[in-house]
């Protein structure tokens, strides 16, 4: 189960469509995340936060992905690399 599964309960009752659902899930997950609060250093990471900057439901989907602890934070979500939330967190 990914963390965008989790998600999927919260996200059904905002009225948009969050934009992830029409893209491929690998899009969000790549070999290595970003360690750190910078900008991302992996292209799937700017590929992905591409698709989070269009989403209707971005702070919805930050907001949950935020209350995850920092050892379960992998991938883009919430707009947010990895790093950035494991920063926050």
């Not at 893209?23 to 970003?34: M, T």
Request: hydrophobic letters at 40%; proline letters at 10%; a negative charge.
């Amino acid at each position: 189960m990914t963390s965008v599964d989790i998600l999927v309960p919260q996200l059904q009752t905002a009225r948009a469509e969050p934009a992830c659902w029409a893209v491929d899930p690998e899009v969000f997950y790549g070999p290595a995340d970003s360690t750190d609060d910078g900008p991302p250093s992996h292209p799937w990471e700017r590929r992905a936060l591409a698709v989070c900057a269009r989403c209707p439901v971005l702070q919805i989907c930050r907001a949950a992905a935020l209350e995850f602890p920092a050892s379960e934070q992998y991938g883009v979500v919430g707009g947010m690399t990895a790093g950035q939330r494991r920063a926050r967190g």
